[in-house]
């Protein structure tokens, strides 16, 4: 069965921390990986992952994918209040692009 | 550009009614997929609408149905209602050709069944 596991499942850290979210997953015909930030109801999209070993990167915040080891990790430096978020991450598996295989998330929050 | 449209944001249903949700995509995208979030579960995908055809589908009872118009705007369908079927429903548009696009999320429709 395809599954996604995301560790730590939450996370208390402080203004100007840097943390590392991971991401491991088993999954038949691997296309992609998602990384996303919810809030409160939209998840919004942070990066797609495809090939191994290169970092994707927005501001403080970076990816990258290892498709031999079946993870990926997200990292924020210097974090932010405003980074309080539950950080979830998908997997695109399977003959259609529309099935994402999410994990449970990671709770994580960014205290002054 | 407009992002997904979902409506209603909130809806209040009672045990064995029906109810019907609306998503409309981002403009030129024609995939929508929907997915259920509950707090135990976490987000699970339900089906994938492209051009019209169900081309995915999830783990979940034939109580749960979908469609897909001509203009991309996709409904689903919850028919029989249970109170597990209280969940926040997620819709996602993708362009959904070619090789892999990300998927955009709209707001969601608050679902609760009591």
């Known amino acids: 069965e395809d599954k996604v596991v995301q560790s730590p499942l939450s996370l208390v850290v402080h203004e100007g921390d840097t943390v590392t979210l991971n991401c491991s997953y088993e999954?038949?015909?691997?296309?992609?990986l998602l990384w996303y930030k919810q809030e409160k109801k939209a998840p919004t999209f942070l990066f797609m992952l495809?090939?191994?070993?290169i970092e994707k990167k927005s501001g403080r915040l970076s990816s990258i994918l290892d498709k031999k080891e079946l993870f990926s990790i997200l990292n924020i430096t210097a974090t932010q209040t405003g980074d309080s978020a539950i950080y979830l991450c998908?997997?695109?598996?399977?003959?259609?692009?529309?099935?994402?295989?999410f994990g449970k998330g990671t709770k994580l929050s960014v205290k002054p | 550009k407009a992002g997904v449209t979902q409506t209603p944001r909130y809806l209040i249903k009672t045990r064995g009614q029906q109810v019907t949700l609306s998503c409309s995509p981002i403009s030129g995208h024609r995939s929508v997929s929907w997915y259920q979030q509950t707090p135990g579960q976490g987000l699970q995908f339900l089906f994938e609408y492209f051009s019209e055809t169900q081309r995915n589908k999830g783990n979940f009872p034939g109580r749960f149905s979908g469609r897909q118009f001509s203009n991309s705007r996709s409904e689903m369908n919850v028919s029989t209602l249970e109170l597990g079927d209280s969940a926040l429903y997620l819709c996602?548009?993708?362009?959904?050709?070619?090789?892999?696009?990300?998927?955009?999320f709209g707001q969601g429709t608050r679902l609760t069944v009591v």
């Open positions: 998908a997997v695109m598996g399977g003959g259609s692009q529309g099935n994402l295989i």
């Open positions: 996602a548009s993708s362009l959904g050709s070619g090789i892999d696009t990300e998927a955009f």
């Open positions: 999954v038949t015909n691997f296309r992609s």
């Open positions: 495809t090939s191994s070993g």
